[in-house]
């Protein structure tokens, strides 16, 4: 990956994810970014994020940043390996989900966080569709199971909805980007649901106290509020959104 900011005030992102499985898997990032003399106050930053499934595998991160500036806002870049949530994978089987099953959709939710800010749902939808073949064909069988939550219609730019899916109270967001994410709707410091609160960016405001909850993790990024809520895979399949309700996103 190779970015060159070559104009002043320019912001780049770069996020790259790995799921290793298989004695001998290994996977290399090399994230190149080159901030030139013209671009002053670029704001920069890359990360990689490796999911381990088994023995015997290796990743490696090779982040390279080169400043021919001293006049920026910031580059940085971040690194992290992880092995599977053995945890959530209990939790998966102890609700009836066959283990192979299960290990597909933690998979799944690790690497679909990267589909949903693309932002246009039949792109969005096809590369879904892509992850989940490969992840059926990799260790056979299994059907994602999911229920229909709204119309991508329904869901004007920066609003929530509360959708109830097998009892749970879920608060769909289409963010202004367009991007559609799903959190718990229920604020962690209190009864109130989120979705009455307020949407700015990626984050949803409960209207009670004032915290703010990513949309992105599921976390509080003010007090009162300290839990996270859950945050949901969302399928755009078509002008349909699905949510499974069993299954959270693995937020590391
Ligand atoms: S009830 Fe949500 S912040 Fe207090």
Known sequence: MYVHHDAPHSRSRVTYKGALNGDGARTVWVGDVLIGPRATGTDSYEQNRNLVLSEGTRADSIPNLEIETGDIVGAGHASATGRFDDEHLF?????GIPEDEARRLVVLGFLSEIVQRIGEPALEARLLEALVAELEGSDGGGVVSRERACSVAELEPDTAKRVVLGGVPIAVVKDSAGAIHAIGDTCTHGDISLSE???EDDTLECWAHGSQFSLL???????????????FVVEID???VYIDPDVKKDIA
């Not at 939790?91 to 609700?95: K, P």
């Not at 993790?217 to 945050?231: D, Q, T, W």
Request: aromatic fraction near 12%; charged fraction near 20%.
């Open 197 to 199: 609160g307020f949407v």
């Open 238 to 240: 078509g002008d349909d």
């Open 217 to 231: 993790s599921g976390k509080p990024l003010s007090l009162p509020a300290y839990e996270p809520v859950p945050v």
């Open 91 to 95: 939790y998966l089987q102890a609700r």
